[in-house]
Nanobody
Framework: QVQLAESGGGLVQAGGSLRLSCAAS????????MGWFRQVPGKEREFVVS????????YYSDSVKGRFTISRDNAKNTVYLQMNSLKPEDTAVYYC?????????????????WGQGTQVTVSS
C-alpha cells in the first residue's frame, strides 16, 4: 500500500510561482514513475507532467512546458512540481500519482495510487 500526500497549494496572482510537494510512504517510492495531474469541476482529469523512477525522463503537457518543472528526491520519498509564470487557466486541484512501473505515463488509468489533491488558484 502507498500513501501520497500533496502540499503547497494556495492562492497566487498571475505570473507568480508555487511549488507543490508530494510525499510518499508505504512502498519503495524510488522504483516507480510519478505523475502530476489536475482537474477542474466538470472536466476530466488532465495530465500535467510525469517523471521516471530515476528522474531521467520527464514528459510535459504542452500547456505547461517551459513553465513547470518536475523533480524528485528519492532519498526523501518526495516529488516536486515547481510552477512558474502561473496563469488563471492553471487553476485546478492538483493530484500526484504513483505508477508501479519504472516510467511515468500521460494516461491517468495507468496510475495505481493517488493523493487527495491540493487546490491551486491563480487570480488575474
Amino acid at each position: 500500500q502507498v500513501q501520497l500526500a500533496e502540499s503547497g497549494g494556495g492562492l497566487v496572482q498571475a505570473g507568480g510561482s508555487l511549488r507543490l510537494s508530494c510525499a510518499a510512504s508505504g512502498r519503495t517510492f524510488s522504483s516507480y514513475g510519478m505523475g502530476w495531474f489536475r482537474q477542474v469541476p466538470g472536466k476530466e482529469r488532465e495530465f500535467v507532467v510525469s517523471i521516471s523512477w530515476s528522474g531521467g525522463r520527464t514528459y510535459y503537457s504542452d500547456s505547461v512546458k517551459g513553465r513547470f518543472t518536475i523533480s524528485r528526491d528519492n532519498a526523501k520519498n518526495t516529488v516536486y512540481l515547481q510552477m512558474n509564470s502561473l496563469k488563471p487557466e492553471d487553476t485546478a486541484v492538483y493530484y500526484c500519482a504513483l505508477r508501479t512501473k519504472r516510467g511515468g505515463s500521460y494516461n491517468p488509468d495507468e496510475y495505481d495510487y493517488w493523493g487527495q489533491g491540493t487546490q491551486v488558484t491563480v487570480s488575474s
